[in-house]
T-cell receptor, first 112, second 112 residues
């Protein structure tokens, strides 16, 4: 069966510090991978998606970046965090771009 | 541009009654729609989906209706149970685009 992992579960970082959130998927090959952010009181905002190793599409201009160094690994990064980067970050995967997406447990990021 | 809208941020329903959650979309290219349920500090879990070639899909207590001409879909939960209390997101996608656009969510509270 497929499993998706995210870590860390919670993170408190000062403004201006770097960020690295990791997501890995088990039990499937060549998944489509996604990063979403849920800000307080808001919906799920698609940040990045990837259909293959090294292929990243950005949906929202911001100071975040994503990388996919391996087939089932997706990393969300920032060189300098802003207060507005606080939120709940979710990684998700799907097969062939349709059908349901499966979400990870999420990372609560607080930037102080 | 909010392509998927959930205009009711919250809804309260008595246990045993019907819950109706609504969703509107603007992108006429969407051909697949999904509903997700989300508890606090957890990732969303998939509930039910519908393809644009159908106008209804049923799974146990959950039924999704799609009105393509009105660009409207709704999720019916019958009978509602206290465990259904959560935030519900609808999402739309176009086959082959790999992108899922989510609404802002509706918080359902089922009163015992």
């Amino acid at each position: 069966s497929q499993t998706i992992h995210q870590w860390p579960a919670t993170l408190v970082q000062p403004v201006g510090s770097p960020l690295s959130l990791e997501c890995t998927v088990e039990g499937t090959s060549n998944p489509n991978l996604y990063w979403y952010r849920q800000a307080a009181g808001r919906g799920l905002q698609l940040l990045f998606y990837s259909v293959g190793i090294g292929q990243i599409s950005s949906e929202v201009p911001q100071n975040l970046s994503a990388s996919r160094p391996q087939d089932r690994q997706f990393i969300l990064s920032s060189k300098k965090l802003l207060l507005s980067d606080s939120g709940f970050y979710l990684c998700a995967w799907s097969v062939e771009g349709e059908g349901e997406q499966f979400f990870g447990p999420g990372t609560r990021l607080t930037v102080l | 541009d909010q392509q998927v809208k959930q205009n009711s941020p919250s809804l309260s329903v008595q246990e045993g009654r019907i819950s109706i959650l609504n969703c509107d979309y603007t992108n006429s290219m969407f051909d697949y729609f999904l509903w997700y349920k989300k508890y606090p500090a957890e990732g969303p879990t998939f509930l039910i989906s519908i393809s644009s070639i159908k106008d209804k899909n049923e799974d146990g207590r959950f039924t999704v209706f799609l009105n393509k001409s009105a660009k409207h879909l709704s999720l019916h939960i019958v009978p509602s149970q206290p465990g259904d209390s959560a935030v519900y997101f609808c999402a739309g996608t176009t086959s082959g685009t790999y992108k899922y656009i989510f609404g802002t969510g509706t918080r359902l509270k089922v009163l015992a």
